[in-house]
């Protein structure tokens, strides 16, 4: 009779394991419904998202287009620059002429962005050894000067003497010339005596005479060489005159002061008073802010868009509301190789800026807008 129980009780026994298994199955199953709708919930979003931000963008474009007075089928070719001043002057330390200087102090400098104006003091350096150097060369030339003066006097007396025995033997010869003529009246010996006496004063005038031009050229090579000596040493004075007014740098035109970032001191930097710069060195820019230009690489295929004379819009990147019209001027014939294969070329495009305004300023980054139509790429992919 047990063994009849126990059948029955087995269906008992399987029905919550049953239950449990669909349980757990129906929880996975709603699980994963909701997993589905919230992903299908965000990727909808998403595309409405994307879809509302293109229109913002084609609506914008289309605006900048009509206010332009463009076509909607004309491309937009976007090329990047810097700009540049049209009239600019650069301005070096000065070459110390005669001297070795490893580098120049700057006393006085005028701060970047001051407009000057032509003549106007932009730096100063430390004269101090120049104005030495003047001072010890005037002091040595003077005294070569003197030492000139003495030899020439020396040699004004030294060639009156000579000229005294000059004349005198001239008198001895003279007079040797007159006992001659009365050789016929002496004796023998007296005659004999006259004709050496004669022959003394011809060989005394003729040596006199031989030294004396001999005397007159060394006399004068050595007045010749302290000359010399006198002239350079008052060269170097006035090399030193000029160099001291090389320490000086005043303004070439009318401009706006730009100071350029070189090598100073271990570390790259702009120029201050107290600074060194070696001698050479262009640290320093006067640019006319009227006249502008940007100066732009474009590669071979966007040159097939270009034509001069083609109108565009530049701007700058630090003044994202600041638009101005620009004119392509010309396009460097000779190209440079790419960064990647040198097949591929560069070329140099200039455009000029129309209109002023404060802001615009040298080495400025700046994007030129060309509107090419129907060639070339567009605005997103020439860069």
Do not use: C
Request: negative net charge; hydrophobic residues 40%.
């Amino acid at each position: 009779m047990s063994s009849a129980v126990e059948p029955a009780r087995e269906p008992q026994q399987a029905e919550p394991a049953d239950s449990a298994a669909r349980s757990r199955l129906g929880k996975l199953q709603r699980a994963f419904v909701v997993a589905l709708l919230a992903a299908l919930l965000v990727a909808t979003a998403g595309v409405v998202f994307y879809l509302r931000a293109k229109s913002r963008i084609h609506d914008a474009s289309s605006n900048s287009l009509s206010g332009r007075g463009q076509t909607p089928t004309q491309n937009v070719l976007r090329l990047r620059g810097m700009t540049a001043a049209v009239e600019a002057r650069s301005i070096q330390a000065p070459l110390i002429a005669g001297q070795q200087v490893g580098t120049l102090i700057v006393t006085k400098l005028v701060p970047s962005g001051t407009r000057v104006k032509r003549g106007d003091l932009l730096v100063e350096f430390d004269r101090q050894a120049q104005l030495r150097d003047i001072v010890d060369k005037q002091a040595l030339s003077d005294d070569e000067n003197e030492k000139v003066i003495e030899e020439q006097a020396k040699e004004a007396a030294a060639r009156a003497k000579d000229e005294t025995g000059i004349n005198q033997a001239e008198h001895d010869l003279a007079k040797a010339k007159l006992e001659m003529q009365k050789v016929e009246l002496l004796s023998r010996i007296d005659a004999e005596k006259a004709q050496e006496d004669l022959d003394e004063a011809e060989a005394t005038l003729t040596q006199l005479k031989q030294t004396f031009d001999l005397k007159r050229m060394a006399a004068q090579a050595s007045i010749r060489i302290l000359e010399i000596q006198r002239d350079r040493t008052r060269e170097t004075m006035l090399h030193a005159q000029a160099n001291s007014a090389l320490m000086e740098v005043r303004a070439p035109i009318d401009g706006i002061v730009v100071l350029n970032t070189i090598w100073k001191q271990g570390s790259m930097g702009e120029v201050q008073e107290g600074d060194q710069v070696r001698p050479g060195v262009p640290f320093m820019q006067v640019v006319d802010p009227a006249v502008m230009e940007v100066r732009v690489p474009v590669n071979q295929e966007d040159l097939l868009a270009l034509k001069i004379g083609e109108k565009a819009h530049v701007h700058l990147d630090a003044y994202s509301d600041l638009v101005l019209p620009g004119q392509l001027e010309s396009i460097d014939p000779m190209g440079t190789p790419g960064d990647f294969s040198s097949r591929l070329r560069k070329f140099s495009a200039t455009f000029s800026i129309t209109g002023h305004d404060p802001r615009l300023m040298p080495d400025l980054s700046a994007a030129v807008d060309v509107n090419s139509a129907g060639t070339g790429r567009s605005a997103s992919g020439a860069q």
